[in-house]
């Protein structure tokens, strides 16, 4: 059987925990710092979690994670 090709950009977002959750950088912290709290970019820094009704169609695109 031919291999499953991996998406590259979603290779880059994305990444497989040990327990086969799928993990996420948060959203906002490129720029516009100024108006953001220090809070608020603490929060932004840690990774999150996606959510379980997206994760399977996540997982599909990286097959080998």
Do not use: W
């Not at 991996?6 to 948060?26: E, H, L, M, P």
């Amino acid at each position: 059987m031919p291999k499953i090709k991996t998406n590259r950009a979603a290779a880059k977002r994305f990444s497989k925990t040990g327990t086969g959750k799928i993990r996420r950088s948060k959203g906002g912290l490129n720029h516009g710092m100024q108006e953001k709290s220090k809070k608020r970019c603490r929060r932004l820094r840690k990774n999150d979690t996606v959510h379980k009704a997206m994760a399977k169609r996540v997982a599909l695109m990286i097959p080998y994670a």
